[in-house]
């Protein structure tokens, strides 16, 4: 049971901005560490960022750092990614994923082996 619901991807132009939701149902990921990674096309998944469980701790691959921002709202159970300052090099599928394994952890974590639920994907295409 559980299940994560991304939301917030469409077509925006080089230097725009978007903001993704993963809305979690069916039990509580507030103790658990969250994340978002990407799939562009004929290339591996990525990490992209994650966020601690009380959203004290945020870790961001390079080339996102200084454009993108991970939170959360526990309250709402939702994890949010602004992503300002698009690059067409941004384009792809997101997807916000959590750790189970790990409740209250503090480590990061940002190796997709190590998320456990993976919502169904967002499309994020940056035109130039």
């Known amino acids: 049971q559980g299940q994560l619901v991304d939301s917030g991807g469409g077509l925006v132009q080089a230097g725009g901005s978007l903001r993704l939701s993963c809305a979690a149902s069916g039990r509580t990921f507030s103790s658990y560490a969250m994340g978002w990674f990407r799939r562009s096309p004929g290339k591996a998944r990525e990490f992209v960022a994650s966020?601690?469980?009380?959203?004290?701790?945020?870790y961001y691959t390079d080339s996102v750092k200084g454009r993108f921002s991970i939170s959360r709202d526990n309250a709402k159970n939702t994890v949010y990614l602004q992503m300002n300052s698009l690059k067409p090099e941004d384009t792809a599928v997101y997807y916000c994923?959590?750790?189970?394994?790990?409740?209250?952890?503090?480590?990061?974590?940002?190796?997709?082996?190590?998320?456990?639920?993976w919502g169904q994907g967002t499309q994020v295409t940056v035109s130039s």
């Open positions: 966020i601690s469980w009380s959203g004290g701790s945020t």
């Open positions: 994923a959590a750790v189970s394994t790990c409740t209250y952890c503090s480590g990061s974590y940002y190796l997709d082996y190590e998320f456990d639920y």
